[in-house]
């Protein structure tokens, strides 16, 4: 396993690959890796030859009161564990390599930017649309390994993929979960004991209003209502960023459920702001 961390010399070794014929398997990640991150890095290798996977916590996809000071950084044991993988490459640039005195170009996509996480935090999409596509400039992968656990991320670089004309494929990887239904995340570090315990009211609430959904209820605000209540409930959860049922393109909020449907909920729980959502498809007989 290799670790580049120069952007040019990332370039010239994917190019080297690309001239060669393989197919490059890309897996973009912020670190403190978990089994959902490995998850990717498994499907990626069973879908091309050589993998890569970035280490990089993203300056400008971080809000100036956020958490990028803190964010959790485990580099010895993220190489340990992307060995194992047989990960061929990481490539773990520096912010100075990355966003060079001078740097002016942004990538922003509209309107389904702004909902849901964009409309808390103004710039985070911008700031990953931006990263994904300079990464995808130096990587030149093939394939690029997204999770849904960040459903409205893998959308927006749909998005930019489809816009920008970028000849890369994004494949969406399930959800990997903690036994109890916790999305992994490595936000989850900075939950003490009681936080951990209360942080299973996310999935139990996506569950809650799934099921309520299937019994046959249409009323989408109805079921935003029942997952407010389920989640205040609980004492730990100490502000609702958003919990509803919105479209699963436009990520408008939706008063009638019918069709492909995102249930999804953002919370705080103490400090640490956790994400979390459910696609279904629901028909109903008109
Ligand atoms: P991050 O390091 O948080 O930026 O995540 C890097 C990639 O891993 C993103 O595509 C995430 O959606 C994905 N990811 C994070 N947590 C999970 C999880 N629990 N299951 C599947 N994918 C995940």
Same mark, same amino acid.
């Given at each position: 396993m290799e670790i580049i961390r120069i952007p040019r010399i990332m370039q010239d070794t994917?190019?080297?690959?690309?001239?060669?014929?393989?197919?490059?398997g890309f897996v973009p990640t912020m670190g403190a890796l978990h089994e959902g991150h490995l998850s990717l890095v498994r499907r990626a290798k069973q879908e091309n030859?050589?993998?890569?996977?970035?280490?990089?916590?993203n300056p400008i996809q971080f809000g100036h009161s956020e958490d990028f000071y803190k964010y959790p950084r485990d580099i010895e044991g993220d190489n340990e564990k992307l060995q194992r993988e047989e990960v061929d490459i990481i490539f773990m640039p520096e912010i100075s390599s990355m966003y060079p005195e001078g740097f002016l170009t942004h990538v922003k996509v509209e309107k389904i930017s702004e909902?849901?996480?964009g409309a808390i935090r103004p710039d985070h999409f911008k700031g990953v649309a931006t990263?994904? $596509?300079?990464?995808? %400039?130096? =990587?030149?992968? &093939?394939?690029?390994?997204?999770?849904?656990?960040?459903?409205?991320? $893998?959308?927006?670089? %749909?998005? =930019?993929?489809? &816009?920008?004309?970028?000849?890369?494929?994004i494949i969406?990887?399930? $959800?990997?979960?903690?036994?109890?239904?916790?999305?992994?995340?490595?936000?989850?570090?900075y939950l003490d004991k009681s936080q951990r315990e209360a942080s299973?009211?996310?999935y139990k609430c996506l569950i809650e209003a799934s099921e309520l959904i299937k019994s046959g209820i249409i009323d989408a605000g109805y079921i935003k209502k029942i997952m407010h209540e389920r989640l205040l409930k609980e004492p730990a959860?100490?502000?609702?960023?958003?919990?509803?049922?919105?479209?699963?393109?436009?990520?408008?909020e939706l008063s009638e459920i019918n069709g492909d449907l995102l249930l999804a909920v953002a919370v705080k729980i103490g400090e640490t702001r956790l994400i979390d959502n459910i696609l279904i498809n629901v028909k109903r007989k008109r």
């Open positions: 994917s190019d080297d690959y690309v001239l060669r014929g393989r197919k490059i030859d050589i993998i890569i996977v970035s280490i990089f916590v909902r849901l996480c990263v994904v $596509t300079k990464l995808f %400039n130096i =990587v030149k992968p &093939d394939r690029a390994y997204f999770g849904q656990k960040d459903y409205q991320q $893998t959308v927006v670089v %749909n998005q =930019v993929v489809k &816009d920008l004309d970028m000849d890369v494929e969406v990887c399930p $959800t990997i979960r903690e036994r109890d239904g916790l999305a992994m995340s490595s936000r989850n570090a299973i009211v996310i959860v100490s502000g609702i960023d958003y919990a509803g049922v919105y479209d699963h393109t436009t990520f408008n």
